[in-house]
């Protein structure tokens, strides 16, 4: 009776402490944001006109302990994306932007952070702008 009782107790400890969900998928939340663009004048830095980025590609890092995405999205018709099924946690959401003082012709990388504090909740972020040089 007393090896019953023992390998109960830790297949209920293995159980209890192995379901601890980290960030990444399989959760009932979302993070959703929109991104815009802007046109801006190389030669005086004015901004031309701005409207929503169509079919631009939005990332996502799943905690802080990684360097590479683990998911990506194409913004819709009006700039929106969502990231679903999130667990709780830190997340780091990114898109690229032209950026005229870069060497190389490199990208700029617009990162904005965010946590999951509760299941089953929506978590918006603010606006992301990027910039199209004319």
Do not use: W
């Not at 399989?26 to 004015?46: A, E, L, P, Q, Y």
């Not at 990231?83 to 060497?103: A, I, M, R």
Request: proline residues 1%; contains cysteine; glycine residues 6%.
């Amino acid at each position: 009776m007393m090896n019953q009782f023992k390998i109960i107790a830790i297949l209920f400890t293995f159980l209890t402490f192995s379901c601890t969900k980290s960030e990444g998928i399989g959760g009932r939340s979302s993070i959703k944001g929109k991104v815009i663009i802007d046109n801006i004048n190389i030669i005086d830095g004015t901004t031309e006109n701005t409207y929503d980025a169509q079919d631009v590609d939005v990332f996502i890092i799943y905690g802080n302990d990684n360097n590479n995405y683990n998911d990506d999205q194409s913004t819709s018709y009006d700039g929106s994306f969502e990231f679903n099924y999130l667990n709780k946690g830190y997340y780091e959401v990114f898109v690229y932007s032209d950026c005229q003082n870069c060497p190389k012709g490199q990208d700029s990388v617009i990162i904005q952070s965010i946590t999951i504090n509760e299941s089953n909740t929506v978590n918006e972020l603010d606006t992301i702008r990027i910039a199209n040089y004319i």
